[in-house]
């Protein structure tokens, strides 16, 4: 991509500087201090006007002294933004952006609720774990997923569940104050493969439980749970490459992770046979740390406004009435 760079100094608008049929594409912002910012922008005009003025995203931006430009005649804006957010992380720059920009120093919403020495401590281990942060009477109804496996297989369902009360509890932070807001989860979503449930934060998928059965190492096919974790956790740098697939051994034994690239970021994916999550991630605290920072950081990207519309409240008080490898009395 060859952009195009225009000092600004002081100007309040760029106007003078793009045709009115050349707007659309991708912008880069350079700040006083060396740091930059990438955007996308069907009107770069506009889009400026935003920065250096303010809107409820941020303060106005008065240090902005260049701007690149990039022009993007078809509808290929994201990638090609999230492509540049990349390239220049890989450089070292230090961006203002968020989404996309993991580890990012910005102020989050999330900040507003969580405060950021509060996420701090989560992460390592000093938040407040358990099932007494939530306040759930008997859900209304009954889940798809239940009315699926109640009867077919409950042996199955109850440790889908305790993988999910797991991550509630251990992994998610305030997890039923930002329930539906930063998180959400799906019942019996009907994705690509299938899937019995899956746990949203942000917008990125955090914990899933294929439906499909996979080979296991004992040479048997059977139900896995995975859980993403940042890239590089589990898979070295110079081996990592899209939909790659390592054998664990030692403590992981029996396990097994795929390096994952989505459109917003790459990951580690760790199949762990379901119902065992809570046991293979706490044999291993470095993993649950790993888990614990990808969370905050997927919630600092954005609220889960992508799923909200498939969040089941039934399901979350299903899973959270249950008890450890056990169904609800309701539903036994």
């Given at each position: 991509?060859?952009?195009?760079?225009?000092?600004i100094?002081g100007?309040d608008?760029?106007?003078?500087?793009?045709?009115?049929?050349q707007?659309?594409?991708?912008?880069?912002?350079?700040?006083?201090?060396?740091?930059?910012?990438?955007?996308?922008?069907?009107?770069v005009v506009t889009?400026f006007s935003?920065h250096?003025?303010g809107?409820?995203?941020h303060?106005a931006?008065?240090?902005?002294?260049?701007?690149?430009?990039?022009?993007v005649?078809?509808d290929?804006?994201?990638?090609?933004?999230f492509e540049?957010i990349?390239?220049l992380?890989?450089?070292?720059i230090?961006?203002?952006?968020?989404?996309?920009?993991?580890?990012h120093?910005?102020?989050s919403?999330?900040?507003?609720?969580?405060?950021?020495?509060d996420?701090?401590?989560w992460?390592?281990?000093?938040?407040?774990y358990?099932?007494?942060t939530?306040?759930?009477?008997?859900?209304?109804?009954?889940?798809k997923?239940?009315?699926k496996?109640?009867?077919?297989?409950?042996?199955?369902?109850a440790?889908?569940?305790?993988?999910?009360?797991?991550?509630?509890?251990d992994?998610?932070?305030?997890?039923?104050?930002?329930?539906?807001?930063?998180?959400?989860?799906?019942?019996y979503?009907?994705t690509a493969?299938?899937?019995f449930?899956?746990l949203?934060?942000?917008?990125?998928?955090f914990v899933?439980?294929?439906?499909?059965?996979?080979?296991?190492?004992?040479?048997?096919?059977?139900?896995?749970?995975?859980?993403n974790f940042p890239?590089g956790?589990?898979?070295?740098?110079?081996?990592?490459e899209?939909?790659?697939?390592?054998?664990?051994?030692?403590?992981?034994?029996?396990?097994?992770c795929v390096?994952?690239?989505?459109?917003?970021?790459?990951?580690d994916?760790?199949?762990?046979?379901?119902?065992?999550?809570?046991?293979?991630?706490?044999?291993?605290?470095?993993?649950?740390?790993a888990?614990?920072?990808f969370?905050?950081?997927?919630?600092r990207q954005?609220?889960?406004?992508?799923?909200?519309?498939w969040?089941?409240?039934?399901l979350?008080?299903?899973?959270?009435?249950s008890?450890?490898?056990?169904?609800?009395?309701a539903?036994?």
């Amino acid at each position: 991509m060859r952009f195009k760079r225009f000092p600004i100094g002081g100007f309040d608008s760029v106007a003078a500087l793009f045709p009115a049929d050349q707007r659309r594409g991708i912008y880069v912002l350079e700040f006083t201090n060396g740091e930059q910012y990438v955007g996308q922008a069907l009107n770069v005009v506009t889009r400026f006007s935003n920065h250096r003025h303010g809107s409820r995203h941020h303060k106005a931006w008065t240090d902005i002294e260049a701007i690149q430009f990039f022009p993007v005649p078809e509808d290929h804006l994201t990638p090609i933004e999230f492509e540049h957010i990349a390239r220049l992380r890989s450089q070292g720059i230090e961006l203002r952006n968020k989404t996309g920009n993991f580890g990012h120093l910005q102020p989050s919403r999330l900040d507003e609720v969580i405060p950021v020495e509060d996420q701090e401590h989560w992460v390592l281990g000093r938040g407040n774990y358990g099932v007494s942060t939530f306040d759930f009477g008997v859900p209304e109804g009954t889940s798809k997923l239940c009315t699926k496996l109640k009867d077919r297989d409950s042996e199955l369902l109850a440790r889908i569940f305790g993988d999910l009360r797991y991550a509630f509890t251990d992994l998610i932070p305030n997890a039923a104050e930002l329930e539906s807001l930063y998180w959400t989860l799906s019942d019996y979503p009907s994705t690509a493969g299938g899937r019995f449930a899956t746990l949203n934060l942000g917008v990125l998928e955090f914990v899933v439980h294929p439906r499909t059965k996979l080979s296991a190492n004992n040479g048997k096919d059977e139900h896995f749970v995975f859980i993403n974790f940042p890239e590089g956790t589990l898979v070295p740098e110079n081996e990592w490459e899209p939909f790659a697939e390592f054998r664990c051994g030692g403590e992981l034994e029996g396990c097994f992770c795929v390096c994952v690239e989505y459109e917003l970021t790459r990951a580690d994916a760790l199949y762990i046979p379901v119902g065992r999550l809570q046991e293979t991630l706490d044999q291993i605290p470095e993993l649950v740390e790993a888990a614990r920072a990808f969370a905050i950081e997927l919630m600092r990207q954005n609220q889960s406004n992508l799923f909200r519309r498939w969040h089941s409240r039934t399901l979350v008080g299903e899973v959270m009435t249950s008890q450890q490898g056990q169904l609800p009395a309701a539903l036994s």
